[in-house]
């Protein structure tokens, strides 16, 4: 059975990383963590820098030729801040991470954004952004929305990922 490939998204700072490190260790060998930003560094999946800001504009179509291979290999978590240029057929499952914007607002101070930028990520939390771009893009069944504000809200997460996965895992079986 090939498994699952699972996208972990939401506005910087709510914390995909720290979700897909956590379950990289838990599903290891079976799952390997695609850091969508990682790739675009090494691989130069870059259009253009937006001075404004301040981050480079990803060449979806280099990126997705690049992932296409890889996904069609299942077991594959993908970490991104978007969601709406992948291909639905390549996702079981979506998770949208939210934090609280006081939170959110520190992480990113921490991270020494810019006000522009923190402003900008903090209002993409404040309209939920992200979860409406998923939401629009993504089957509502394969949609789920995680919240991240504490450490125990990471282990909730990471068990709620396991749950879906055995349920999928079971639901497979009986095919």
Not at 60 to 81: A, C, K, N, S, T
Not at 84 to 109: G, H, K, N, Q
Not at 147 to 158: E, F, G, I, R, T
């Amino acid at each position: 059975m090939v498994l699952p490939n699972i996208l972990v998204t939401g506005t910087p700072g709510t914390g995909k990383s720290e979700l897909c490190k956590l379950l990289v260790e838990k599903l290891a060998p079976d799952f390997t963590w695609q850091s969508v930003s990682a790739i675009v560094s090494e691989h130069g999946f870059v259009e253009e820098y937006d001075e404004d800001l301040q981050c480079p504009v990803l060449d979806e179509d280099r990126l997705l030729d690049y992932l296409e291979p890889i996904m069609q290999q299942g077991g594959q978590i993908v970490e991104y801040h978007s969601s709406d240029f992948f291909p639905e057929r390549w996702f079981a499952a979506v998770f949208v991470m939210r934090c609280s914007t006081t939170i959110l607002y520190d992480r990113l101070r921490e991270r020494q954004y810019s006000e522009k930028k923190i402003k900008c990520n903090v209002e993409c939390e404040i309209f939920q952004t992200l979860l409406d771009e998923a939401r629009d893009s993504y089957r509502d069944e394969i949609v789920f929305e995680l919240q991240s504000d504490l450490p125990a809200h990471q282990d909730a997460n990471v068990k709620q990922v396991c749950e879906w996965l055995e349920e999928w895992k079971n639901k497979k079986g009986k095919k």
